[in-house]
């Protein structure tokens, strides 16, 4: 052995630089987009999300701000029309006819243009979703992430750990809908209140995650080798910890975005969601099914756009899985 | 040859009765229902600019003396003295400070360095948070750094996975020698490397030490590298230290019966010489309950009846370069 190494001993350290060819250059970032890219459905997912957040902004500006498209005109003489139909010219006056000559997702059992009343929802769908998940981020975050780091901290006869995970085990017992359904029925039906409610009640699995994540990365070396640097706690957790941990956080971010909106679809059609008139996917849905045999458009655009979005946020999600999994990457 | 080392002065590190237990918990409440005794009263000295190996079998607790050592588990009980302050009696201000002194140089290249950093960000950071530079003079060091350690410069802006496993160990000595530290502890550093590769290393940290009058506490199962770098070596099993003597000493004539299997076992790549095997019965007792007496009775090929019952003492023999630290009743 001693001889091996020493006819290895170089003079100058400088000449072993070219131990072994490297591997392209590539930031985690440009990594990330090209394992992206090649998954055709998540790419075409977010395309998709891209045009419904761009339709939720202009919902937004065009049914409320400059009133192009007017959720909420009622046209009697008008109701009841399928999807591109025209509207009757000479029974309704000009300044309520639609701005397109047609009803492009057709009319509601009170003449209203059910594509204006989409646009509208779509906004209310999107911000519940983002919202509700913002919230269930940050507590499942802070909350894992004290598990997960302080854990063996003692508070008395129990320590960190215990105490936040026996929480978190209490909240999964509880039947989430009901809960919501019941918060609802006590709190008046106003879309904020519904946003806190559904992120209230969402954090629980994030917190898991997190809590694994946080349990895993504090055995890892680079993060004893942090320690060993004598750097502070703080800047271990948010510089070395956090980034590490984010991911799958991520992908189940997207994930939740649907189910928010999965969530809030349902108590509109229940009725104990945003409250008429205010249009949201939701309640257009529940309006429609009484008429599903006379007017099937009523029911079935809100409920394909439900279904296309929620699609789309968790094929975008299995994307992100895939891209940011650090255990799938060739190293 | 390697270079002699003063004995005389006051040591760099001084480790008194070291012990770690881990607790072990069962039942519906976790009740503690018996300790691992990971390390057993363990104590050493590392002079200053001295290679100290630590060689045992996997799970005979040289990870844990290293990582106690630097105060980077909590240790159940014993003393270390590092440049004459007590290590653990530091608060958590004074003991980031002397971090700056002592660094750790890990097994895994693959999980040593963050993922998510560039190189000169990963060697940079201690330098920038112990404030030692910043702007430009950082970059200029972390430059230099990486030249030490044989890497390119412009490699800084790049990220780990970019590298060999060779290269990753570099970059982990790089940020190692940041802060200028006088004792590392090298816990198995070339052990997930090639041979061509560990070669490398092995001869990069003998400049390194020769250069900066390094200290290490080389944690290693493989007896040939401790041989090529080593100055004393300690011999550990079952959390406890077998036997303690310089370099040269311990593998022309080594004292203790488990020491003696062990390097009978060592491959050595010689076909002429051939060994007498040392093969040891049985398997390592499990630390939950270690043999009392000498630990290594039930294995032991000269045990005694009084290896059962007592524990050994610790037996000081002379040598021309160095004292002998040996446990064990056959030299009492």
Redesign the interface.
């Given at each position: 052995m001693r001889d091996t190494i020493e006819q290895q001993r170089t003079p100058h350290a400088d000449s072993v630089l070219a131990e072994e060819p490297l591997v392209p250059h590539e930031t985690p970032w440009q990594e990330f987009v090209r394992i992206f890219l090649q998954n055709r459905l998540a790419v075409a997912s977010c395309v998709v999300l891209v045009l419904l957040l761009i339709a939720a902004l202009a919902g937004k500006v065009l049914t409320e701000w400059v009133v192009v498209f007017d959720p909420e005109t009622v046209r009697l003489p008008d109701k009841f029309r399928p999807p591109l139909s025209r509207p009757n010219d000479h029974l309704v006056p000009a300044h309520d006819r639609p701005v397109l000559g047609m009803y492009l997702f057709g009319t509601d059992e009170l003449g209203r243009d059910v594509f204006a009343r989409m646009l509208q929802g779509s906004f209310v769908s999107l911000s519940i979703g983002f919202i509700a998940v913002g919230i269930s981020m940050v507590i499942g975050i802070v909350l894992g992430g004290l598990s997960g780091f302080y854990g063996n901290v003692k508070l008395g006869f129990i320590t960190v750990d215990t105490l936040i995970m026996r929480f978190t085990d209490v909240m999964l017992c509880f039947p989430t809908f009901f809960l919501i359904l019941t918060v609802v029925a006590l709190l008046p039906p106003s879309i904020y209140n519904i946003m806190v409610v559904i992120g209230l009640t969402s954090w629980m699995g994030t917190a898991r995650f997190v809590r694994a994540e946080f349990l895993a990365l504090r055995e890892q070396d680079f993060v004893v080798a942090a320690q060993a640097l004598g750097l502070p706690e703080r800047r271990i957790i948010f510089r070395h910890m956090v980034p590490n941990a984010i991911a799958p956080v991520l992908v189940s971010a997207t994930i939740g975005v649907a189910t928010a909106i999965l969530t809030e679809s349902a108590l509109s059609f229940l009725g104990f969601g945003v409250q008429p008139p205010y249009a949201t996917w939701g309640n257009i849905l529940a309006g429609g099914k009484g008429f599903i045999f006379d007017a099937p458009w009523l029911f079935f655009i809100p409920g394909m756009a439900i279904f296309i979005v929620v699609l789309a946020f968790n094929l975008v999600g299995e994307g992100l899985r895939e891209a940011l999994n650090p255990r799938l990457r060739n190293r | 040859m390697n270079h002699p080392v003063d004995v005389q002065r006051e040591p760099l590190l001084r480790v008194k009765h070291l012990k770690k237990y881990f607790p072990v918990r069962s039942g519906l409440f976790s009740r503690i229902s018996g300790w691992v005794k990971a390390v057993d009263d363990v104590s050493l000295e590392v002079q200053s600019g001295e290679t100290f190996g630590l060689v045992g079998e996997s799970g005979c607790g040289k990870t844990t003396v290293g990582?106690t050592i630097?105060r980077?588990m909590e240790p159940t009980a014993g003393e270390v003295v590092f440049e004459g302050r007590h290590l653990f009696q530091l608060d958590s201000r004074e003991?980031?400070?002397?971090?700056?002194r002592?660094?750790?140089i890990?097994?895994?290249p693959?999980?040593?360095?963050?993922?998510?950093?560039t190189v000169g960000a990963i060697i940079g950071?201690?330098l920038k948070?112990?404030r030692l530079a910043h702007g430009s003079e950082l970059d200029a060091q972390v430059e230099a750094l990486l030249?030490?350690?044989?890497?390119?410069p412009e490699f800084r802006s790049?990220?780990p996975?970019?590298?060999?496993g060779?290269?990753r160990q570099r970059i982990?000595i790089a940020?190692a020698l940041a802060?200028r530290p006088r004792f590392i502890v090298c816990d198995e550093a070339v052990s997930a490397l090639d041979?061509?590769?560990q070669?490398?290393i092995?001869?990069?940290l003998k400049?390194l030490q020769e250069e900066y009058h390094l200290a290490y506490l080389f944690i290693t199962h493989d007896l040939?590298?401790v041989?090529?770098l080593a100055h004393r070596i300690a011999v550990m099993y079952l959390g406890q230290l077998a036997e303690v003597a310089p370099a040269d000493a311990l593998f022309r004539h080594p004292k203790h019966p488990y020491t003696q299997a062990l390097f009978s076992a060592n491959p050595?790549?010689d076909p002429t010489r051939r060994g007498k095997r040392i093969v040891l019965e049985g398997d390592v007792p499990s630390p939950l309950h270690p043999p009392s007496g000498c630990r290594f009775h039930t294995r032991c090929p000269h045990v005694m009846p009084v290896c059962k019952t007592e524990e050994p003492p610790l037996i000081q023999i002379g040598d021309s370069n160095g004292t002998i630290q040996v446990w064990c009743h056959l030299y009492t």
């Open positions: - | 990582r630097l980077l003991l980031r400070r002397l971090r700056q002592m660094q750790i890990f097994q895994d693959y999980s040593s360095l963050n993922p998510r950093m950071e201690p948070i112990h030249k030490r350690v044989g890497l390119r790049r990220y996975h970019e590298f060999s060779g290269q982990g940020r802060l041979v061509s590769i070669a490398q092995l001869n990069l400049e040939n590298v041989e090529y050595v790549p």
